[in-house]
């Protein structure tokens, strides 16, 4: 890959649309610094992305990114707190949890950024313990189709997010997730961490959440919550009724 083809946001939070065009349907968000392959700029005003990190592809705002003028490097880590600031052309950009730092300036064009100050989730064997506090950091984060951050995250988003913090890399989408992992047959057998599918009626797997223990589950629903859930499907605390059928765990470490 040419070096001129991997871009990065220049910005806090880039919108990935499915179309160019700002009334399109937003299905993802890029966050600062977080590299891109450009596959299509025929469109004025936009590129067509493919993410580097999970293979995810669409359309961003090309005043948003800009080219990196050197080598790619791998990120020290992802921003560990809630909401931080880096360094954009000398002036304070806000950052958001998960955001990946870099130990070096990143010199993008006529952008230079700086990650300096930013703390990053020290590595841990615990991870069963990490992974929970991590989830916990979005607990009543908005609901957003295509979010990312604690500012509005989806039920995908939110299970990648945190599990890019124990160095785990998982792909966009609950379906796509649901074909990696190895299986967990039983709830009685779950640990900490694993992740639950659930699906529609025609079998299409359109959800997914943390398991905290083999009771309990959180997600993105209306906003990051903890639910109860059994053999069946998840059973919302606050609706006091079924909300998700249960298709199936698994496990990713």
């Not at 995810?56 to 080598?71: K, M, N, P, R, V």
């Not at 984060?141 to 945190?162: E, H, K, N």
């Not at 074909?179 to 997914?208: K, N």
């Not at 499907?233 to 496990?251: E, P, V």
Request: hydrophobic share 40%.
């Amino acid at each position: 890959m040419l070096t001129d083809s991997v871009y990065i946001p220049v910005v806090s939070v880039c919108p990935v649309r499915n179309q160019p065009d700002h009334r399109a349907e937003m299905s993802s968000q890029l966050l600062l610094g977080e590299q891109v392959e450009v596959l299509d700029h025929s469109a004025a005003g936009w590129l067509q992305i493919r993410s580097l990190h999970d293979g995810y592809e669409g359309w961003c705002q090309a005043i948003q990114l800009s080219a990196l003028q050197h080598t790619p490097v791998e990120p020290l880590g992802y921003f560990d707190r809630e909401l931080g600031f880096a360094n954009v052309n000398g002036q304070p950009m806000p950052v958001f949890m998960g955001t990946p730092v870099y130990e070096q300036p990143v010199v993008a064009g006529i952008f230079s950024l700086s990650f300096t100050g930013l703390s990053v989730q020290p590595d841990t064997n615990d991870k069963h313990l990490q992974v929970q506090e991590l989830a916990l950091q979005y607990l009543n984060s908005p609901y957003l189709w295509g979010g990312r951050t604690f500012a509005g995250i989806d039920c995908s988003g939110f299970a990648q997010m945190v599990y890019r913090q124990l160095g785990i890399h998982l792909l966009r989408d609950a379906y796509l997730q649901a074909g990696e992992g190895e299986p967990v047959g039983f709830l009685q057998e779950v640990q900490p961490g694993d992740l639950a599918f659930f699906d529609e009626p025609d079998g299409r797997i359109s959800h997914v959440g943390i398991l905290l223990n083999e009771r309990e589950i959180i997600h993105s629903s209306g906003k990051v919550r903890i639910d109860d859930i059994d053999h069946a499907g998840i059973l919302s605390r606050d609706q006091k009724r079924r909300t998700h059928r249960l298709r199936l765990i698994k496990r990713y470490f």
